[in-house]
């Protein structure tokens, strides 16, 4: 069965702070694999897409990587903000036969503090 | 605006009733979602469309769940005799989807705020 499993299920840092949020999936056929951004009570907003051949990807102070061989991926976070606080939701893709599906881990609860 | 319109943004029904969840996605977006999320989790697929066509469908979780898209563009999901575990918050997404080799599910999906339904 496709899963997709995120660590930790919650986090709370101090603004100003790094941190690093896990993803290990077993996705198959896998296509791509993208970080969410989802705040409260709103639909998630693409951050990041890496196909397999990608391993590593930027956008502003969220820094993806993946490594394709073990299946996992992180979403690093850099000099954290207030508005940093959100669900992430990794979240991967497999295609095939003309079609595609995404399957989405739970998220991690990030909660930044000042 | 530019981005994936749903309506209504909270619905609430008797349990037994039928409702009707409406997404306008973005213009020119070939490939829409439809996801069910419960609280606290994360989006569950329910199913898919390439213009028209309802090319996947494996999530829908009963037969009293029924999405449409007659034109390729506007998509309505109707549920009939709700339940109580019915009650979620129903996203649409909306791709680009095609590039000039077929399908593309490398491209970004624009997500709407989703309409929360609460069954009584």
């Known amino acids: 069965k496709n899963q997709v499993e995120q660590s930790p299920q919650s986090l709370i840092i101090l603004e100003g702070k790094n941190c690093t949020l896990q993803c290990n999936y077993t996705v198959s056929p896998f296509s791509n694999l993208r970080w969410y951004k989802q705040d409260t009570g709103r639909g998630p907003v693409s951050l990041t897409i890496?196909?397999?051949?990608?391993n590593t990807k930027s956008n502003g102070r969220y820094t993806a990587t993946l490594d394709a061989d073990t299946k996992q991926s992180s979403l690093h976070i850099t000099a954290s903000q207030l508005s940093d606080s959100a669900s992430y939701i990794c979240v991967v893709t497999y295609s095939g036969a003309g079609s595609y599906q995404l399957t989405f881990g739970k998220g991690t609860k990030l909660s930044v503090i000042p | 605006g530019a981005g994936v319109s749903q309506s209504p943004r909270y619905k609430v029904a008797k349990r037994g009733q039928d409702v009707a969840l409406r997404c306008d996605p973005i213009?020119?977006?070939?490939?829409l979602f439809w996801y069910q999320q419960a609280l606290g989790q994360g989006p569950e697929f329910l199913t898919y469309?390439?213009?028209?066509?309802?090319?996947?469908k494996s999530g829908l979780p009963s037969d009293r769940f029924f999405a449409e898209r007659p034109e390729g563009s506007v998509s309505t999901l109707k549920i009939q005799r709700t339940q109580q575990e019915d009650s979620a918050v129903y996203l649409c997404?909306?791709?680009?989807?095609?590039?000039?080799?077929?399908?593309?599910?490398?491209?970004?999906?624009?997500f709407g705020d989703g309409t929360r339904l609460s069954i009584l």
């Open positions: 997404a909306s791709s680009l989807g095609i590039s000039r080799w077929g399908v593309n599910s490398n491209q970004p999906q624009h």
């Open positions: 213009s020119g977006h070939v490939s």
């Open positions: 890496m196909t397999f051949s990608e």
């Open positions: 469309f390439q213009n028209e066509a309802q090319l996947d």
